[in-house]
């Protein structure tokens, strides 16, 4: 339990897992029913970009900062593609960002942000601090629910929500590297028997490619009929040793997604390049006709 989002909050994988989060609550609010959000690893839901953590890695300088100032590192300053304009709104508009970026949410202030009154939220955090934290962000939301405890047990006692209708954001630190995956299968065979029909967004980080192929072939066998992959690259997936990439996985994805983040991903490919042309792919692991 060393890992502190803090340090990462906003970077590149961020900017790509967030994205697509709010892809996908764009889609379930298509429909009036409500829905529930479920966060495994919900983190403390708000970081400040002017903390001494973030001040550390300055990660966020090549993430969320490269879609608010593009023409500062060669970018061109072209329209974002709607939905990704929208997603940036929402995080200037936020309370605190008045006078320029300070704050960067985390996926429960995003998810919080774009619930309707009778959708509900429940998050899992096992870090006392950053649960506290993220308990004080939504003691006045009747709509969230906090529980400091391990996320893949709770999620088991979650599903099905009593709206019938949701989402499962999967998105643990894998301190436990390759193990990690493991239980993420585990965890995710149990509750696809329970809850067949819910959305589950997972991400992983890329380190070498090596590293998450079993996971993916594993995702073929799952039984899920639908599952969309995600992911961009900033450099070659061939160093075990730091982050060079990132992915997400959708299982169950909503109808048409693919289309949704075609445009929104390779915008985020052009403005979050470094050293080299970021590759970006956008496929189905799983696709059966409906
Ligand atoms: N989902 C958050 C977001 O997008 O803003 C970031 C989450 S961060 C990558 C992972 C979080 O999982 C950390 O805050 C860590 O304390 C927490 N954590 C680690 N192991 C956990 C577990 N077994 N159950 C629940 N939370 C855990």
């Known amino acids: 339990m060393n890992y502190r989002h803090a340090f990462h909050a906003g970077n590149f994988a961020d900017v790509l897992k967030h994205a697509v989060l709010f892809a996908l609550i764009d889609a379930l609010k298509s429909k009036p029913a409500p829905f529930c959000f479920v966060d495994t690893h919900a983190g403390s839901g708000c970081y400040a970009l002017d903390s001494t953590q973030a001040g550390k890695t300055g990660e966020y300088k090549d993430g969320i900062a490269r879609l608010l100032f593009p023409d500062l590192h060669g970018g061109s300053a072209a329209p974002l593609p709607a939905l990704l304009q929208r997603w940036l709104d929402m995080i200037v508009d936020l309370p605190g960002n008045e006078d320029g970026l300070r704050l960067y949410p985390g996926s429960p202030l995003q998810a919080a942000t774009a619930l309707r009154d009778g959708d509900s939220a429940q998050l899992c955090e096992l ?154 792919r956008l496929d189905w692991l799983v696709q059966e006709a409906p």
Request: charge should be positive.
């Open 127 to 280: 870090h006392p601090e950053e649960a506290g934290r993220l308990r004080e962000l939504f003691r006045h939301d009747g709509r969230i629910h906090v529980h400091q405890r391990d996320g893949y047990e709770g999620l088991k006692g979650m599903v099905p929500p009593r709206e019938k209708r949701g989402l499962v954001l999967i998105d643990p630190p894998f301190e436990a590297q390759e193990d990690e995956y493991r239980t993420i299968e585990q965890t995710l065979k149990q509750t696809l028997l329970r809850w067949p029909g819910g959305v589950y967004a997972i991400w992983y980080p890329i380190k070498r490619r090596s590293q998450v192929q079993p996971f993916h072939r594993w995702l073929q066998h799952c039984g899920a009929k639908r599952v969309l992959r995600a992911e961009l690259l900033v450099r070659p997936d061939d160093s075990p040793l730091r982050l060079n990439g990132s992915g997400m996985v959708i299982v169950n994805a909503p109808w048409k997604l693919d289309e949704t983040l075609r445009e929104p991903l390779r915008a985020l490919g052009r403005l979050l390049s470094q050293d080299r042309p970021a590759q970006t």
